[in-house]
């Protein structure tokens, strides 16, 4: 007996084979009859509807998330035949998982003329490339032509899916295409000649004069094994695909599922519940409710009231026809009496249907159009929105891309010309805010001073009995030496020569392999008296040995030829790099010219490196011809002043005085005390006959060196005060010939050589044509996004014209 909360509430209990059933709380409300039947709010639902479809006709789809019904479920649970009962036509059948596609079917209730006359025009929408990638743009064409014949529908379907398994051939070879179905070995030689054997792509359906306004979205049926190993592939690209599409917050999810299995064991539902796991957009179709074993109707009944696995939509049942009635051609019409005639006389469903209007497949269409016209209902201010931000950010977009030409190609060319090479000056000459580039040559130009320094020569005293100088090295880093440093740059030296091997053949007079010095290491008192000693001819001695100042100078300058190419070479590689740049930014969009443009500025760049290279050699000869200077009061200057250092350097060396470096640095033997009494007595002698100031290190003056002492150091302080100069003046020279031979005539003669190399104003318009060919990738996507921003500002079109 009902209980009286029950009755006070106005559910009536259902008694099915002697068990009570409460009906659902929500049966008006999930109920479609009545709300479609309501004037103002049908009208309303109905242009609602209308609105979406005409955004998918206007691409909105490709852009905004529109609201959809999708269907899915496991492979062979009647899917197929939902689908075809919803849209009332014939789609193909039993093609295998492999070869399936995705379809997407706009239902309408008449065309855009107000037509109720019934029509399919069937599409291709490439949303993904061969592999499977997502495109950047997506596309949809036309597949042959509209047809009045619902019986052309599943032959239409099947040439269009066979065209997206296709790709590399062209779709309109598929368009009268004849299968060869005769046998089963015909069909399967059929499916495996495809290139791919299952596509994302969509085919498209348009149907008008439907009677409904929907739109449903077809899934392959999800597959838990395959026949052939090869094939288990397809078994998570079903799963990802039907995923990607029901995991959109604006699809109503149709999971279809048959009563000749425990709902357990099918995929779909646990996949429904993992992208809506409180059921809120998921409606449950039952099928095949003729396969139900006797005493278990109860389970089916039970999820039907939504007493298990609820779900906030519900569930609906239909029956459709099986494989002997397909087989006899029945028509839709019979399908539904058979349908009606079924749930009308078998218990449970005859008895609970008259409380519960979810059974048949009329019943379900009118409960998807509901859903979907609620759906797009709260979908709008968020569609408007996206939509706006959509129109703004494709415009962004486009304004970020190069303009199309104008009619002129001509001067277009000259024009685009002029700007590159105006850019090219901007950076060589650092205009304004162009000074990325000459920061990048100054590091070079750095380099290659740093690399001249390190190329002078160092010195010290004498050697032990170990074979090492016992005192420190003397640079031009030294004390001596520190003026230098503000006006050429040096850092301190540590003495460290370049570790590259001599030229001997470039040396003036070289001496026997026996005794010539390695560079690499300082040289000694004893490598130059060898220098001077293998130098001498007819001088007699105490004359100057010029010979072995020469052989010094030559020696130390071996590598200079090599760094000032190699400067030229990073130069000339910083410009190639601007320029490819350049080259890019302004010609990139179009390929023929941009490729014209590289080669004959390589070829310009080229000759300008090779004359530049000249001006570096001649530079490096000259200054290796014989030592040269007219700033002989620097050089004489220098030169005492290093002659003192090296005489004091010498003295300290031989009689165990404090050792200085020429930098300062203390390096030293200490001295007796006996030693340290006597020169501090005589030093304060000297001071109480008016000669202040002065230093144990400075005693060491009133030593006479030997002639042969003499002759060489004379020789150390005419090198180290020649490479001050020299240094200097090559560290700028080399600089200033690239700068100017090479950098800044290519930026005065580049627009010149340009237009006349490449013939701009001798070619005839289609050779010009042919140059400014855009690169199609430009212009495609140009072509996308204007194509893109029409269909959205369509769409915003659509949205107020209704109202909203």
């Not at 998918?56 to 492979?75: E, F, K, S, W, Y």
């Not at 090295?473 to 850092?491: D, R």
């Not at 230093?695 to 150390?716: F, I, N, Q, Y």
């Not at 070619?763 to 269909?791: H, I, P, S, Y």
């Amino acid at each position: 007996m009902a209980s009286a909360s029950a009755v006070s509430n106005g559910r009536m209990p259902s008694s099915v084979n002697g068990a009570t059933y409460a009906q659902p709380q929500d049966t008006h409300a999930l109920s479609a009859d009545g709300f479609l039947e309501t004037s103002t709010y049908a009208a309303r639902a109905r242009r609602l509807v209308k609105m979406v479809n005409t955004m998918r006709d206007a691409g909105a789809h490709m852009d905004l998330d529109l609201p959809t019904i999708v269907i899915c479920g496991n492979q062979s649970v009647g899917k197929s035949s939902v689908i075809e009962a919803l849209c009332g036509v014939v789609l193909p059948r039993n093609e295998g998982t492999c070869t399936r596609c995705v379809t997407e079917v706009r239902l309408s209730e008449g065309d855009s003329t107000g037509s109720s006359s019934w029509s399919c025009t069937v599409k291709l929408r490439y949303e993904y490339d061969s592999a499977g990638r997502p495109l950047k743009a997506v596309r949809e064409v036309s597949f042959g032509r509209e047809t009045a014949q619902k019986e052309d529908v599943d032959l239409l379907v099947r040439r269009a899916q066979k065209a997206l398994l296709n790709p590399s051939s062209d779709p309109n070879r598929y368009i009268s295409y004849t299968f060869d179905d005769t046998t089963s070995s015909a069909r399967d030689s059929e499916a495996a000649s495809n290139e791919l054997k299952f596509v994302k792509n969509v085919v498209c359906l348009d149907i008008r004069g439907s009677g409904v306004n929907l739109t449903l979205i077809d899934l392959p049926g999800i597959i838990r094994s395959v026949d052939r190993r090869e094939d288990a592939q397809y078994i998570e690209l079903v799963q990802e695909l039907v995923r990607f599409y029901i995991s959109k917050e604006r699809a109503i999810i149709v999971a279809t599922i048959t009563c000749k299995d425990e709902i357990d064991n099918q995929a779909v539902v646990h996949m429904a519940k993992e992208v809506d796991p409180h059921g809120m957009r998921t409606l449950g179709v039952l099928t095949k409710p003729d396969t139900i074993e006797a005493g278990t109707h109860d389970r089916w009944l039970q999820i039907m009231l939504g007493h298990q696995y609820a779900l906030k939509l519900g569930y609906w049942m239909i029956k459709n026809p099986t494989k002997a009635d397909l087989d006899k051609n029945i028509t839709f019409e019979d399908a539904r009496k058979m349908e009606e005639a079924f749930f009308s006389g078998q218990l449970p469903w005859s008895t609970i249907r008259r409380q519960l209007d979810r059974f048949g497949v009329d019943s379900l269409r009118r409960e998807l159009s509901r859903q979907l016209t609620m759906l797009t209902e709260m979908s709008i201010p968020d569609m408007q929105s996206r939509t706006e931000e959509a129109i703004q950010a494709t415009a962004l977009e486009l304004s970020n891309l190069p303009p199309s030409l104008g009619e002129n190609s001509r001067i277009e060319l000259l024009q685009m010309m002029r700007h590159f090479c105006t850019l090219v000056n901007y950076n060589i000459t650092a205009h304004q805010d162009f000074k990325q580039f000459y920061q990048q040559i100054r590091k070079h130009f750095d380099t290659f001073r740093e690399a001249v320094a390190a190329s002078r020569p160092s010195f010290a005293m004498t050697h032990p009995k170990g074979g090492q100088a016992s005192a420190p090295p003397v640079s031009l880093s030294s004390s001596i030496s520190s003026s230098i440093s503000s006006v050429v740059g040096w850092g301190v030296g540590d003495g460290r020569r370049p570790e590259a091997a001599i030229a001997k053949q470039q040396a003036k007079q070289p001496i026997p392999d026996a005794v010539e010095p390695d560079i690499k290491k300082p040289l000694t008192v004893s490598d130059v008296r060898r220098i001077i000693d293998a130098q001498k001819g007819r001088e007699l001695q105490g004359y100057s040995a010029y010979d072995a100042f020469t052989y010094v100078v030559s020696l130390f300058q071996d590598e200079w030829a090599k760094h000032g190419q190699m400067c030229l070479a990073a130069v000339n590689h910083e410009l190639h790099t601007l320029v490819g740049k350049l080259t890019e930014d302004v010609f990139g969009r179009f390929a023929n010219m941009q490729g014209q443009v590289r080669f004959v500025i390589q070829a310009f760049q080229n000759e300008l490196y090779r004359s530049t290279s000249e001006v570096v050699n001649n530079c490096v000869t000259m200054e290796r011809r014989y030592p040269f200077t007219m700033g002989s009061d620097e050089f004489t200057r220098t030169k005492s002043n290093a002659l003192n250092e090296f005489r004091s350097q010498l003295e300290a060396a031989r009689t165990g005085m404090q050792s200085m470096t020429i930098n300062g640095a203390p390096s030293a033997s200490p001295l007796t005390q006996t030693k340290a009494e006597t020169v501090n007595k005589a030093l304060a002698a000297l001071a109480e006959a008016g000669f202040t100031g002065l230093s144990p290190r400075d005693l060491t003056r009133l030593r006479a060196e030997s002639p042969e002492d003499d002759e060489v150091l004379h020789v150390m302080a005419a090198s180290h005060a020649y490479f001050r100069v020299a240094c200097r003046r090559f560290s700028d020279n080399i600089p200033m010939n690239v700068d100017f031979h090479f950098l800044s005539r290519f930026a005065e003669l580049l627009e010149k050589e340009l237009v006349a190399r490449l013939g701009i104003l001798e070619k005839d318009n289609a050779a010009v044509d042919f140059m400014l060919q855009e690169n199609r990738f430009v212009a495609e996507r140009r072509r996308a996004l204007e194509e893109q921003r029409t269909r959205l500002e369509g769409v915003w079109r659509s949205l107020h014209e209704f109202g909203f």
